[in-house]
Antibody, heavy 123, light 111 residues
Framework: EVQLLESGGGLVQPGGSLRLSCAAS????????MSWVRQAPGKGLEWVSD????????YYTDSVKGRFTISRDNSKNTLFLQMNSLRAEDTAVYYC????????????????WGQGTLVTVSS | QSALTQPASVSGSPGQSITISCTGT?????????VSWYQQHPGKAPKLMIY???DRPSGVSNRFSGSKSGNTASLTISGLQAEDEADYYC???????????FGIGTKVTVL
């Protein structure tokens, strides 16, 4: 059974940093691209970032480029999102999501999701 | 990259069929067959319902079906049930700088 468990969310001041983690199990982690998707309170889903199975290719939505960094440790089956220079508009539940097709970024879908971790950016 | 356009809400009575539209451009929905649909109940994580326009994952009811015409994709729920009441989001690959784009979401109400 595929399981994705996010952690690391919390309250942070504007301009601060936070590192999210997503522990994966139940599948061969290194074979699949992984994404972070966020959802602001009462709002819709927004794709944030994607990383290839090997970790060699990364992608970001324009609003987080230069501030967020996605990475993965395939030896520990863990996905990360380092978030710097946080803004109020980054407040959201952050989900990690597994892609459905073997090592494909973009031409894909999200077949499993974690339960999410809440990030609140406020002074 | 703008979000894909979906109706804010759709409603139907038990047993009826409803259709949710998802309109994009030739850079996303119209240009690729990588449209997927997700169901989200309040306080829960999204669940994949349809991928690649019309394919259904194992375990998803065959009451859910997907299609596409031009720049608009559609999700149809037939034999509407109370448990189908949820928010539904479409998503597509996009050739813009953003890899994926989601729809704004549609709230389905079972009357």
């Amino acid at each position: 059974e595929v399981q994705l468990l996010e952690s690391g969310g919390g309250l942070v001041q504007p301009g601060g940093s936070l590192r999210l983690s997503c522990a994966a199990s139940g599948f061969t982690f290194s074979n699949y691209a992984m994404s972070w998707v966020r959802q602001a309170p009462g709002k819709g889903l927004e794709w944030v970032s994607d990383i290839s199975g090997s970790g060699s290719s990364t992608y970001y939505t324009d609003s987080v480029k230069g501030r967020f960094t996605i990475s993965r440790d395939n030896s520990k089956n863990t996905l990360f999102l380092q978030m710097n220079s946080l803004r109020a508009e980054d407040t959201a539940v952050y989900y990690c999501a597994k892609t459905g097709y073997y090592d494909s970024s973009g031409y894909n879908h999200f077949d499993h999701w974690g339960q999410g971790t809440l990030v609140t950016v406020s002074s | 990259q703008s979000a894909l356009t979906q109706p804010a809400s759709v409603s139907g009575s038990p047993g009826q069929s409803i259709t949710i539209s998802c309109t994009g451009t030739s850079s996303d929905v119209g240009g690729y067959n990588y449209v997927s649909w997700y169901q989200q109940h309040p306080g829960k994580a999204p669940k994949l319902m349809i991928y690649d326009v019309s394919d259904r994952p194992s375990g998803v009811s065959n009451r859910f079906s997907g299609s596409k015409s031009g720049n608009t994709a559609s999700l149809t729920i037939s034999g509407l049930q109370a448990e189908d009441e949820a928010d539904y989001y479409c998503s597509s690959y996009t050739s813009s700088s953003t890899l994926y784009v989601f729809g704004i979401g549609t709230k389905v109400t079972v009357l």
